[in-house]
């Protein structure tokens, strides 16, 4: 791909997308490679890149792209189309507020609107210091647990948004 | 019956006990009663029999079993399944697909998951009675990336079904060949429509097609492909194994069987039930579910997630079908039913809906994709306080629009909860925009919270709860609330024990 050629002429302003290298990307590029086919597999792929890196940046999407031997606008449409992808990167302890339907009419937008009073950030946002982040969901099928509010991998059920402050001086 | 098992995953998705004898189990029949986790386990409960029964006979008669047995598709149109079937083995063609649909994107509901976690060899079952029955020799799941639990299940499920030689080359010596791969979602609610399911599963943006052709003629790949629902395939290997005449016993007319249903919301009894088509939505609600908790009144329930309507305290002796829900302006849906009460306003939850809708629309056709958004903006406005006649005349308008000239499911079901909250709450409507109040007290923008002075005793409880700190007050001195920093969260409301705090 263009990348290559690019690496030679010093001052492309292409090369940062060309660095990839480090046991990250190897370790994505192994997973492509193990495939039987790429065909029909940029899902699973992107799937494997935001388990690696967290997130997907657009450097990573441009490696993915190479690898897979797609356009980057293609890939770009994949990423931008699922929420489960994310281009931004979370924070440390992310926060995911279920917004599913039970948890709603339990009263989750009031426990939502309290966590991003007390951090002071939206939904979709990291907290300055990266500690934070909050995201919404739809459902985790723990609906007899409504409200509930995940942060990282611990499940807080029935929460009500005069518990927020309690439970982020967990963290 | 034997007790339920609470070591399968968490307990919030296993299925309810059945103390009002009004349950009954097919779909679920051995979740919770076996362990999800041994092969042993599911062959003692004659797992596996139903496949080594049709691998016996032609492939036709399998097809002929399910059409005769009345089943139809669980995942929410209620599509006849063994007609799906019957047009897959009849199409030719060097490959065919059974795909199973398990990215269950309806907030509120958890059956496929149950059914995954606690039972997840009769997917693997009823996918290879399926692939035999069509000609398929390959098999996919297309599960949520957010079911870690259903996911390593099923894999297990698979690994131990080929060391028994009950899926892979050559099934129990019959010559017949199926193997099945697992593909993820990515969190789009639109990939439940199968066309939109299988471009997703081949790496693309989930965008539907129009219909025809239908997957059953192209699909996967622009092969034949069958897509079926988790629960539908749950209840296949029971309808080999106990005939099409046992299953079409149960249930009503036009609808046969049961289904399995997750209640939740205002409701005593929370939890996955599986009771038989036909039963009445206050059999539900009250006797199975206990009613609503802290003595409120019933207001509704919403079947159908998203896509369904709202059915109130009139519709209670309705009998559950996937007819008589449509003539109700609901819809079947994959089995979501969440209850409301008295506190909740309907026309926040239809704007919740659309909310919700707004954000999983996938973009290709223009009534959803700018529709939603303009149905939203409305209901907004509305609850805003800041909506007129005129809005909700329009809103009415572009709702009947949207239902006619949407590309696929999810736009021509997404005016549902508008349109039914419109026909059974009008009242609550012109209340936003005559008399600017919420009756249910629910839509911040209408309300305000202040403190009785004569009422306050000074005990501070508001002001520890409070998450903004906007309460304050000298110790058992009456306390204030600070209107222009409150962000109406009613979390004092809630804790007074005085009854101090007042919301109008």
């Known amino acids: 791909m263009q990348s290559s050629s690019c690496q030679a002429a010093a001052g492309c302003s292409l090369p940062k997308y060309a660095a990839k290298t480090g046991p990250l990307y190897q370790e994505v590029r192994d997973f492509i490679n193990a495939l039987d086919t790429k065909e029909g597999h940029l899902v699973t792929v992107l799937h494997k890149a935001q388990s690696t890196f967290g997130y997907l940046p657009v450097e990573v999407q441009q490696f993915v792209a190479d690898e897979m031997g797609l356009p980057l606008a293609q890939v770009y449409g994949v990423v931008s189309f699922y929420t489960f992808f994310t281009m931004v990167p979370k924070g440390k302890f992310p926060i995911s507020v279920c917004m599913g339907t039970a948890c709603f009419v339990k009263g989750a937008s009031r426990v939502l609107e309290a966590m991003k009073e007390q951090l002071q950030i939206g939904v979709g946002e990291v907290t300055a210091d990266g500690k934070f982040s909050i995201d919404t969901l739809r459902c985790v099928g723990g609906c007899a647990l409504a409200p509930i509010v995940m942060i990282g991998d611990r499940v807080f059920s029935n929460v009500t948004p005069g518990q927020v402050k309690k439970i982020l001086a967990e963290f | 019956m034997q007790s339920i098992r609470t070591d399968q995953g968490d307990q919030t998705s296993r299925v309810m006990p059945d103390a009002t004898h009004k349950q009954l189990r097919i779909a679920t029949r051995n979740c919770g009663f076996i362990d999800p986790e041994s092969i042993d386990d599911y062959i003692g409960v004659r797992g596996y029999q139903a496949l080594a029964t049709a691998l016996q006979a032609p492939p036709a008669e399998t097809v002929a079993i399910v059409k005769e047995s009345g089943l139809r598709g669980r995942g929410g149109g209620g599509f006849p399944t063994g007609l799906k079937w019957e047009i897959a083995s009849k199409n030719k063609a060097d490959q065919k697909y059974m795909v199973c649909n398990a990215d269950e994107g309806d907030p509120g509901a958890f059956m496929d998951r149950a059914v995954l976690e606690g039972d997840p060899h009769s997917i693997v079952e009823a996918m290879a009675i399926g692939g035999y029955a069509i000609g398929a020799s390959k098999g996919a799941v297309y599960i949520r990336a957010e079911y870690p639990l259903a996911i390593k299940r099923l894999k297990k499920a698979m690994d131990d079904a080929k060391a028994y030689g009950l899926l892979g080359e050559n099934i129990l010596g019959s010559g017949f060949d199926f193997d099945i791969e697992i593909k ?321």
């Open chain 2, 184 to 504: 993820y979602g990515a969190g789009a609610f639109v990939c439940g429509e199968e066309t939109a399911l299988i471009r997703s599963m081949e790496g693309q943006r989930g965008e539907p097609k129009t219909k025809p052709p239908f997957p059953a003629q192209s699909g996967y790949w622009a092969k034949p492909t069958i897509v079926n629902n988790v629960e539908t395939y749950a209840n296949i290997p029971a309808i080999i194994l106990n005939g099409a005449d046992w299953f079409s016993s149960i249930g009503t007319e036009k609808s046969k069987g049961t289904k399995v249903f997750a209640l939740a919301g205002k409701i005593r009894n929370t939890g996955l039930i599986e009771v038989p088509m036909g039963i009445t939505l206050g059999e539900v609600i009250n006797e199975i579910g206990a009613g609503c908790p802290g003595d409120k009144k019933f207001k509704a329930v919403q079947t159908g997630g998203p896509s369904g309507g709202a059915l109130t305290s009139k519709d209670l002796d309705v009998a559950i079908d996937y007819d008589n829900l449509i003539a109700k302006g609901s819809m079947m849906g994959s089995g979501g039913m969440v209850v409301m009460d008295e506190d909740d306003c309907m026309v926040s939850i239809a704007k919740f809906f659309l909310d919700f809708t707004m954000d999983e629309t996938c973009g290709k056709c223009t009534p959803c994709r700018i529709g939603s958004k303009r149905l939203y903006e409305i209901l907004a406005k509305i609850t805003s306080g800041d909506g007129s006649m005129e809005d909700i005349d329009k809103l009415k308008g572009l709702a009947s629009v949207i239902k006619d000239t949407a590309l696929c499911g999810l736009g021509q079901t997404m005016p549902n909860p508008i349109l039914s909250t419109l026909e059974n709450y009008w009242d609550e409507y012109v209340a936003h925009v005559q008399d600017k109040k919420c009756p249910a007290g629910v839509c911040s923008a209408l309300l305000t919270y202040s403190i009785d002075p004569k009422k306050c005793t000074g005990c501070g409880l508001c002001a520890i709860v409070c998450p903004v700190s906007c309460i304050a007050g000298a110790k058992k001195e009456a306390h204030s609330i600070d209107a222009s920093r409150c962000i109406k969260c009613g979390s004092c409301y809630e804790k007074c024990k005085f009854d101090a705090v007042l919301k109008s």
